[in-house]
């Protein structure tokens, strides 16, 4: 499966390569390793549950909490409540110093719908691949990691009346 993009058509990909999705959320989030996931509490909305619900893998994230998901653009795009991805892109691009390949605005159009299809690609793998990883899904995982210390002598029950020593 080789990589066929257009000619003129890869600023998403531009933008991939060259800004780290990992160090985008970080600068809003404390980022934990999981293996060969990162994960932090969401920086987008506030998380009702108790252990980090978003996740990094490799150059996409995904939200258990909020059901946001993309890759380093969308996070942009969401974090800043841009009107499209597109200026999302050319604001990250110009924040990190990212020279974009010009695009005509037709080819922009073609280019935005084979990049939904993309997403939603990737959104499907993403979230099949952290579900391996995380069979609790982000609900209740701390309490589960707790080592239970069951007593031998559950059966042997002490007398609450042992008062009537005389
Ligand atoms: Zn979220």
New binding site residues.
């Given amino acids: 499966m080789a990589k066929m993009a257009p000619r003129g058509s890869g600023v998403y990909e531009t933008i991939r390569a060259a800004v780290d999705l990992a160090d985008v959320v970080s600068l809003f989030a404390e980022l934990e390793d999981q293996g060969d996931m990162r994960v932090c509490f969401?920086p987008?909305?506030e998380?009702s549950s108790k252990s980090p619900?978003?996740k990094i893998y490799g150059d996409r994230f995904f939200?258990f909490?909020?059901?946001?998901r993309g890759d380093v653009v969308d996070f942009w795009h969401l974090k800043h409540e841009f009107p499209s991805c597109w200026e999302a892109a050319q604001d990250l691009a110009s924040k990190y110093d990212v020279e974009l390949p010009q695009v005509s605005p037709e080819a922009r159009a073609s280019y935005e719908e084979r990049r939904r299809k993309e997403d939603e690609y990737a959104r499907v793998a993403a979230e099949r691949h952290a579900a391996l990883k995380d069979p609790n899904n982000a609900t209740g995982a701390k309490a589960r990691s707790r080592t239970m210390t069951a007593s031998p002598n559950n059966g042997k029950e002490v007398s609450p009346t042992s008062a009537t020593a005389t």
Avoid: T, V
Wanted: hydrophobic share 35%; net charge positive.
């Fill in positions: 969401c987008l909305k998380q619900a978003f939200c909490s909020c059901g946001a």
